[in-house]
T-cell receptor
Framework: NAGVTQTPKFQVLKTGQSMTLQCAQD?????MYWYRQDPGMGLRLIYY???????DKGEVPNGYNVSRLNKREFSLRLESAAPSQTSVYFCASARGRSYEQYFGPGTRLTVT | GQQLNQSPQSMFIQEGEDVSMNCTSSSIFNTWLWYKQEPGEGPVLLIALYKAGELTSNGRLTAQFGITRKDSFLNISASIPSDVGIYFCSRGVVKTSGSRLTFGEGTQLTVNP
């Protein structure tokens, strides 16, 4: 039981490049979330998915797209990376409508 | 933007000391959760509170849901070096599209052995 896994762990992109961050959970959770964490700003919600086939915007969705591929997987895509998207990205999951979210180890992204 | 005020922003304490941190909101909420994040890791849930006035312990950690429903406190007793990390409060929000959390900016705790 690995919990929430994220790939890659580290990534460096040039401005304008695209990439997809992958997230998978093996806890049979319905809800999945993507956050970004910047120094001194806590965690901010980018997008979330309450169930397979649904996605909704969070607090800071601009510049990102998501795909809930199936119940286990929720990916985050940067179509044209910008330096302002340099951050640590965390994926999380929760059972049903529970508030108790379980986080992955994060992806550290640098955009130059 | 952020609607939670978490304080203090940082704390430097000696091993064995007790620690107290709090989180306040301008609005009433029904759920408070406390997370800990160690360096290079994702946040880990410590305690969840669901009722005003509720006091819940997890080992040396104790958290309380304020009676006004606008604040919460986390106490750590007899701190040890492995308590180092960032502690986040969060409050739950129910939307028609699902449940969400909003996080405070965190309290950075340093414990000197």
């Amino acid at each position: 039981n690995a919990g929430v896994t994220q790939t890659p762990k580290f990534q460096v992109l040039k401005t304008g490049q695209s990439m997809t961050l992958q997230c998978a959970q093996d806890m049979n959770h319905n809800s999945m979330y993507w956050y970004r964490q910047d120094p001194g700003m806590g965690l901010r919600l980018i997008y979330y998915s309450a169930s397979e086939g649904t996605t909704d915007k969070g607090e800071v969705p601009n510049g990102y797209n998501v795909s809930r591929l199936n119940k286990r997987e929720f990916s985050l895509r940067l179509e044209s990376a910008a330096p302002s998207q340099t951050s640590v990205y965390f994926c999380a999951s929760a059972r049903g409508r529970s508030y108790e979210q379980y986080f992955g180890p994060g992806t550290r992204l640098t955009v130059t | 933007g952020q609607q939670l005020n978490q304080s203090p922003q940082s704390m430097f304490i000696q091993e064995g000391e007790d620690v107290s941190m709090n989180c306040t909101s301008s609005s009433i909420f029904n759920t408070w959760l406390w997370y800990k994040q160690e360096p290079g890791e994702g946040p880990v849930l410590l305690i969840a509170l669901y009722k005003a006035g509720e006091l819940t312990s997890n080992g040396r950690l104790t958290a309380q849901f304020g009676i006004t429903r606008k604040d919460s406190f986390l106490n750590i007793s007899a701190s040890i070096p492995s308590d180092v990390g960032i502690y986040f409060c969060s409050r739950g929000v129910v939307k028609t599209s699902g449940s969400r959390l909003t996080f405070g900016e965190g309290t950075q705790l340093t414990v000197n052995p």
